[in-house]
């Protein structure tokens, strides 16, 4: 299980994402994400830029309320031209210990 630690800046990343057909990086794709609790919206949508041969970032912000020990799911939706991908992530968060 991934953590998410409260109270910080989260770096997110999807990727790299490769055309099946040509194997080219996929660089024009819209992907967003969406932290979920027990399938109710959590924060704001996340918008996840190209940044690099078919790789995508986005944050999740230091701000986003989560509650300590709670699971959630990243829900991440990549849209290119009609083909879609889809992936839901467990996570827990944590206070940073360090």
């Known amino acids: 299980m991934r953590n998410i630690f409260i ?3 989260n770096l ?3 990727g790299p994402l490769t055309d099946a057909i040509t194997g080219n990086p996929v ?3 819209t ?6 609790l027990q399938g109710v ?8 830029t190209h940044v690099s041969a078919g790789l ?13 020990g709670s699971q959630y799911h990243l829900e991440i939706t990549s849209d290119n031209s009609g083909t879609k991908l889809f992936k839901k ?10």
């Open 27 to 29: 660089t024009t794709a």
């Open 89 to 98: 992530i467990p996570f827990v968060a944590i206070y940073d210990s360090e």
């Open 12 to 14: 997110i990343s999807l």
């Open 7 to 9: 109270g910080s800046d």
């Open 31 to 36: 992907v967003t994400a969406q932290i979920k």
């Open 41 to 48: 919206s959590v924060g704001d949508p996340i918008t996840l």
């Open 56 to 68: 995508y970032r986005g944050n999740i912000d230091d701000s986003t309320a989560l509650l300590p």
